[in-house]
């Protein structure tokens, strides 16, 4: 099968961003295990980790599916602006709706994807948490900690901006504690309220995803804890994987804009 390959998240800084392939479907295939065969296929030839699916429903309205190569993503933020960009690219569309609620905007080079924000609420951080990060083999332990409401939804571990970048950056996070006691997702995070400047990492190693170079869904989640924490809506994001990742991030009363670069690599 026909798909294109677009790389998000990237910039003229050296991030990388994340790849995905995107396919248009002529007509709409409804069964999960046909379309994950696909993924997994796509991902044995060109290594890509996700895979999209597009079928125009009506005019601007598209519905698009995204797989890793074992299951169905529910949110994914790279592939829905893959996606995006697919259709800009092919079509003189300037606003789509993606998904009946998700609205997508062409700014040239970027994509503009509008997510529905989830609230984050702050706890205590738990035990296992206070010991399943390490630099040099010393506990790293977070200023302060969130939750998202659905059990397998985003855990938040926020670290003091004074902790340097580079230690930031290389911090460890073990694993098999975290799928040992938790079915969230982790991201942690810095945020340099001066410069309004945020940086993140994103593991989900219970979904297979040992540290994600670049995410934009969490960021319905990170937005709310910003906004909530220092009544900030708007800044810059550098997720500091191997890879890295960049995005522009404006957090409204009931969603946030990513804005992100998508570029096609082969179209």
């Given amino acids: 099968m026909d798909y294109d390959l677009i790389r998000v998240f990237n910039n003229d800084d050296g991030a990388q961003g994340n790849q995905s392939a995107v396919v248009t479907l002529k007509k709409k295939i409804t069964g999960v295990d046909e379309l994950s065969h696909i993924a997994t296929n796509i991902y044995k030839e060109k290594s890509v980790a996700t895979s999209c699916f597009i079928i125009n429903e009506d005019n601007e309205q598209f519905e698009v599916r995204c797989f890793n190569r074992d299951s169905e993503i529910q949110c994914c933020g790279h592939g829905l602006i893959a996606a995006a960009k697919v259709i800009f690219s092919r079509s003189k569309l300037i606003n789509i709706v993606l ?71 290389e911090l460890l996070l073990d694993l098999n504690t975290v799928c040992e006691s938790t079915k969230r997702a982790i991201v942690i995070i810095q945020f340099d309220e001066e410069n309004r400047h945020l940086y993140t990492r994103y593991f989900a190693p219970q979904y297979g995803v040992k540290e994600d170079s ?14 909530q924490t220092y009544n900030i809506a708007e800044y810059q994001v550098n997720q500091c994987s191997k890879e890295g990742g960049y995005m522009k991030i404006k957090c409204r009363e009931k969603d946030v804009l990513i804005t992100a670069n998508a570029t096609i690599e082969s179209f």
């Fill in 214 to 227: 670049a995410t934009g869904s969490v960021m319905r989640f990170v937005g709310d804890y910003i906004m």
């Fill in 99 to 169: 998904n009946r609620n998700i609205a997508a905007v062409n700014k040239d080079d970027e994509i503009e994807l509008s997510l529905p924000r989830i609230s984050a609420k702050v706890c205590e951080t738990a035990d296992w948490a206070n010991k399943a990060m390490t630099y040099g083999g010393e506990c790293l332990l977070p200023n302060q900690t969130a939750i998202s409401e659905k059990l397998d939804g985003y855990l938040l571990f926020e670290f003091n901006p004074n902790l340097s970048l580079d230690v930031f950056s």
